[in-house]
């Protein structure tokens, strides 16, 4: 029945965009931070979205692939009374743009809404297919 | 699937047997303690045939545009979809939609035609993205709604469809 891996597949989708939320959330908190657990200044994390077969013939749901640092240079920000500044005094800052994790979480946002409605509608059919002949 | 198509197929004919044997039956001046009994739910099934093709290509249809709106985000993922009236020509002629017909090698073998699920195309690119993605989220969500309702009047018809039969099995009780 086609109809209940239309569950599955948007059930995939919201899980692949919590997952992405997951990552902005992790990167708007950390994006003051000096350094890392590592020692390092904390680099932006992003995830990687791939299609996965799902169901029947034709289906496909979404998986994250892996999650990959951005390879951007870290912020230098000019703070010489700061412990963790180098001898010319600056700072090197988590290398996270604000701006794009704005625009990140407002589309996984989108994205998670959609699919959820999705699954509201897939729900609907099949009641409707339950209550056949009544 | 192919199997579950055929044995209809199969049913279908057995049915149509069994009318044709019945009315040589009941010409010879055979009775019957149920007279007719196959000859109403082979007519019951035909009625029903066409909408119940129809709404399992709804669900089908609704199950790929599921998997373009949970790939919305995906990078180099291209939107398929079906040609549903070509798919549902098919299904309703019975053949085969995935193009599966038996190769034979000599005339003395025996054709058959399997039948797969509707030909997925790809979605005419609208506005093209930097990632590959041909997904047009405007696009997927009329079309998912629309499907929605196609779905429900299909389940409408049938509900109705089954109504008159009640009603007509019911009249002069």
């Avoid at chain 2, 180099?76 to 040609?83: G, N, P, Q, T």
């Avoid at chain 2, 389940?155 to 009603?167: D, K, P």
């Amino acid at each position: 029945m086609s109809m209940f891996s239309v569950f599955n597949i948007a059930g995939s989708a919201l899980t692949a965009q919590s997952l992405r939320l997951n990552a902005v959330a992790s990167n708007m908190a950390n994006a003051d931070s000096v350094a890392g657990p590592d020692g390092k200044p904390y680099r932006a994390k992003q995830v990687v979205f791939e299609a996965t077969p799902m169901g029947a013939a034709g289906g496909q749901g979404v998986r994250v692939r892996q999650v990959v640092e951005d390879a951007s240079p870290a912020r230098m920000v000019y703070d010489p009374r700061n412990p963790a500044a180098n001898d010319q005094g600056y700072v090197a800052m988590s290398n996270v743009n604000a701006v794009e994790e704005m625009v990140n979480m407002i589309s996984a946002s989108r994205s998670y809404q959609t699919n959820a409605d999705v699954m509201n509608t897939a729900k609907t059919l099949l009641l409707r297919t339950l209550q056949l002949g009544q | 699937m192919a199997g579950k198509r055929r044995m209809d197929g199969l049913h279908k004919h057995r049915r149509r047997a069994e009318c044709v044997a019945w009315h040589k039956f009941r010409s010879e001046g055979g009775s019957s303690v149920y007279p007719g009994v196959s000859d109403v739910v082979s007519k019951l099934d035909n009625a029903l045939a066409f909408q119940q093709q129809a709404l399992g290509l709804r669900a089908y249809r609704q199950q790929v545009l599921a998997s373009n709106i949970a790939n919305a985000d995906t990078p180099h993922y291209k939107a398929r979809d079906i040609d549903f009236s070509a798919a549902l020509k098919n299904a309703v002629a019975g053949r085969g939609n995935g193009d599966l017909t038996l190769a034979a090698s000599s005339p003395r073998h025996l054709g058959g035609v399997g039948t797969g699920a509707a030909p997925l195309l790809y979605r005419k690119e609208t506005q093209s993205s930097v990632d590959g993605n041909t997904v047009d989220m405007d696009i997927e969500r009329s079309q998912f709604a629309e499907n929605a309702i196609h779905y429900e009047a299909g389940v409408a018809f049938i509900t109705h469809h089954l109504r008159m039969m009640s009603a007509a099995m019911s009249t002069g009780q």
